[in-house]
């Protein structure tokens, strides 16, 4: 009865957001269920001193990084810099290479700080250039940008900004750098059986006679893509490599100029002083400033045409931070009360069972991503529910916490891309295509992520890179 409570809930939650509710405003009711089937008299107490608090502390920490990649990305856009680098790199590659480009040129915008919705938008108009142009079928556009937007540059890749390497940092006291080898490893794997899929497919389809679309697919199609582009590329690239760098730069530089273990704020007018402890915020602290560096560096090159739709386009960042950030917030705080409920600790003594530390944490993180549809709510709730029991299985296991920071992190990435996922759903509306057009491509990379994480967990042990 407990664990179905729990499933019922998380299901409901999944359901609720297939069919394009607001999870805002279900998880907090759902929660809520969870809790009045449970124990009636103790839903005030745990919607204010344990939901609450939990989405509360979620954005604490996290926002600014989602204010800030918000207002990066945005400014990528309207200073004309992502058309830029878009267009180069499909000159030099040329439409022939249409599937290759298009994943090359989101990979890089996205490991450069720029949204993963954001990145859609930006591309979709040249992949859906490119593709014609070659007769590519356009059902393989949502996969091609999601290969190169929504698998290794979210989570795999090290250094990356995405919030889906953020998180571990406050659990397990690592940098976004965390296990660079098997980052790497994993990384060529995803991008190389991706490519290799969306090719086979490709050719399949080719010869089948499908071409870029049939009239029931030719919807949402964009206007020709202007190809007078006045910003040089490598300026445009310029404040990519400014965030990677800075980002680099900030993650050794912090931990030596803050003193300690633990920063203690007391300014006059403070009652009480303030502890803030560094380990957790330190890389949180190093993405916000490269983030920073990187506005700064778009707004020197390019002040004048920013400054026309700063004030519309800094509103259009908010406004998507605060969405992003208020879905993935109560989530975590979804999770926080589901965590705490007598079947999901049954769940946790039976995930127990699973000897090998690593795997563990793997099938946790997914599961919990596929559920909730997710890779940051999922990775979430599992950090903020069991984060000290995979710490202390690795430790007996002599597992370093960058592993368990990059296993986490592209675990979150798995199975999150189920049908009900906001970036699926997103690429399909941006698109024109329905599920059932172009999903079976998407899900192909889901299995592929998936399995990588595996991969990389074999590397692991098999060879002790790091």
């Not at 009045?36 to 008299?41: E, G, M, N, Y």
């Not at 954005?59 to 990305?73: E, I, S």
């Not at 202007?226 to 404040?239: C, I, M, Q």
């Not at 990775?379 to 690795?394: H, N, T, V």
Request: with cysteine.
């Amino acid at each position: 009865m407990a664990v179905g409570i729990a499933a019922l809930s998380l299901i409901l939650l999944m359901i609720a957001a297939y069919r394009g509710m607001s999870v805002i405003i279900m998880a907090p009711l759902l929660a809520m269920l969870a809790v009045l089937l449970t124990d009636p008299a103790a839903v005030p107490a745990a919607f204010s001193g344990l939901f609450m608090e939990k989405v509360a502390s979620f954005l604490k920490l996290y926002f600014p990084v989602f204010l800030l990649g918000a207002l990066f990305g945005k400014l990528v856009e309207i200073s004309g810099f992502s058309r830029a680098i878009v267009t180069a790199v499909i000159g030099i590659v040329g439409a022939g290479r249409a599937i290759p480009a298009i994943m090359a040129v989101t990979a890089l915008l996205t490991y450069g700080g720029v949204s993963v919705f954001v990145a859609v938008f930006a591309v979709y108009p040249f992949a859906a250039e490119m593709f014609r142009r070659a007769d590519i079928p356009k059902r393989l556009v949502p996969a091609t940008i999601g290969l190169g937007a929504i698998t290794f540059t979210m989570d795999a890749l090290p250094g990356t900004p995405q919030i889906q390497n953020i998180i571990p940092t406050s659990f397990f006291g690592t940098t976004s750098w965390a296990a660079p080898v098997l980052g790497l490893i994993g990384s060529a794997c995803i991008a190389a059986m991706g490519l290799t899929y969306l090719g086979w497919r490709r050719r399949a389809m080719m010869a089948a006679g499908e071409g870029y679309g049939a009239p029931e697919t030719l919807v949402n199609e964009p206007e020709p893509v202007d190809a007078s582009v006045t910003v040089h590329p490598l300026v445009a690239l310029l404040p990519l490599l400014v965030v990677g760098v800075g980002n680099l730069l900030l993650t050794m530089a912090i931990p030596r100029w803050v003193s300690g273990d633990v920063i203690t704020l007391s300014l006059v007018g403070m009652a009480d002083p303030v502890e803030v402890k560094v380990a957790q915020v330190s890389a949180l602290w190093a993405v916000e400033g490269a983030l920073l560096i990187g506005i700064a560096t778009i707004l020197a090159f390019a002040y004048r045409k920013v400054a026309k739709r700063f004030a519309e386009g800094s509103k259009a960042a908010v406004g998507g931070a605060l969405l992003a950030g208020m879905n993935t917030a109560v989530e975590y705080g979804f999770g926080a009360v589901i965590a705490a409920l007598p079947g999901f600790l049954i769940v946790k003594e039976a995930l127990r069972a699973i000897p090998d530390p690593l795997i563990n944490e793997a099938i946790t993180v997914t599961s919990l991503a596929g559920i909730t549809g997710s890779a940051s709510g999922g990775l979430s709730i599992a950090l903020a529910a069991m984060a000290d029991q995979f710490i202390a299985a690795g430790d007996a296991a002599g597992i370093s916490r960058e592993v368990l920071h990059r296993v986490a992190s592209m675990a979150s990435g798995g199975m999150d891309s189920l049908p009900h996922n906001g970036a699926v759903i997103t690429l399909l509306a941006v698109t024109g295509l329905t599920h059932r057009q172009a999903y079976k491509d998407i899900f192909a990379l889901t299995l592929i992520k998936t399995v990588t994480v595996f991969i990389v967990i074999a590397v692991y042990y098999l060879t002790g890179l790091v």
